[in-house]
């Protein structure tokens, strides 16, 4: 049977694939029958083993959770043409396609150096389209520094 930690891992990531937000910790206890300080017990210990995920400040409120934001971000995430909340961060959202099996998964966002509009299509982890044609992936801040200060990529 898998540790709590990832059952509690899994259930966050449903629920963002559900319903385009993170799940509260109550509503992870209801889900996995656990009482709720257990839940929030392991909610802060798998944002502590270091992973990209974060809460907001000072709260058991679920900001980020890789490859998804509870907050609005530049990288806005559509299903089947409807909007399902946002990705972490540009790289992040490449990730996001394969828990959507079979379903089109398109990234809209704007190049935060000039404005441009860019927008990646994926079915399956595959790249079906990409506007523009040439775009890349720049992220200015080095790995080492990236807890802390990821919201920005």
């Known amino acids: 049977m898998p540790s709590d930690r990832a059952r509690l891992y899994h259930q966050v990531l449903a629920g963002y694939v559900q319903a385009g937000v993170a799940p509260h910790y109550v509503d992870i206890a209801m889900a996995l029958g656990w009482p709720t300080d257990h839940a929030r017990t392991v909610l802060h210990e798998v944002v502590g083993m270091g992973l990209p995920l974060w809460l907001?400040?000072?709260?058991?409120?679920i900001a980020s959770f890789a490859p998804f934001s509870s907050l609005p971000t530049l990288y806005r995430i559509s299903v089947d043409g409807a909007l399902h909340g946002y990705a972490q961060c540009g790289l992040e959202s490449l990730a996001v396609s394969w828990l959507?099996?079979?379903?089109?998964?398109?990234?809209?966002?704007?190049c935060p150096d000039c404005g441009e509009a860019i927008s990646v299509a994926m079915r399956g982890?595959?790249?079906?389209?990409?506007?523009?044609?040439?775009?890349?992936?720049?992220?200015?801040?080095?790995?080492?520094?990236?807890?802390?200060q990821y919201p920005l990529a």
């Open 125 to 148: 982890g595959e790249m079906i389209s990409i506007t523009p044609d040439d775009v890349v992936a720049h992220i200015n801040v080095p790995v080492s520094k990236w807890r802390g």
């Open 56 to 61: 907001h400040p000072g709260t058991d409120l």
């Open 100 to 110: 959507f099996p079979d379903r089109e998964v398109r990234v809209d966002s704007l």
